[in-house]
């Protein structure tokens, strides 16, 4: 599993991991939960790999704040996401100094720190990297095994 598969889903709680495609949607299932629903085609649902953070200078993957919320914590829960506007606010500026605080709202930190809580909960933080590494990685162990055939 990647994070293209995990998904963020607008007027939902959570993540969601995708199932299938539909011709009216896609089946879903909650990380929570593991109830399976429809979403369909005219609900915005964002896959957590195309999510960026504004910063000054430029726009940051999801992926590199998870990874620097997993080494500051070293990869244990982080701060709750219904602690104190300030303490979450600061958790937010020491993991990423460079934010735009202009561009990214309090609602924001809140929602990736509670992104980072799940898969921390459900023991996936391994998958928070972008999808060529996985592919790579995948591609060096397939061609390992085959070399152990021959």
Do not use: C
């Not at 898969?119 to 590494?133: C, G, H, N, R, T």
């Amino acid at each position: 599993m990647t994070l293209k598969e995990i998904l963020a889903i607008s007027g939902q709680q959570g993540l969601f991991k995708l199932v299938a495609s539909s011709k009216s949607g896609i089946i879903v299932e909650s990380l929570d939960s593991g109830k399976r629903m429809s979403v369909p085609t005219t609900t915005k649902a964002s896959s957590l790999e195309d999510i960026a953070i504004f910063t000054l200078s430029e726009d940051k993957p999801l992926y590199e704040i998870l990874i620097a919320i997993k080494e500051k914590q070293q990869s244990q829960q982080a701060i709750s996401h219904k602690s104190e506007p300030e303490a979450i606010k600061q958790f937010f500026a020491e993991v990423v100094p460079e934010f735009d605080p202009a561009r990214v709202y309090f609602s924001d930190m809140k929602k990736i720190i509670n992104w980072y809580n799940i898969l921390q909960a459900k023991d996936m933080l391994d998958i928070v990297k972008p999808s060529e590494e996985i592919k790579a990685e995948t591609e060096e162990s397939s061609e390992g095994a085959e070399e152990k055939a021959e």
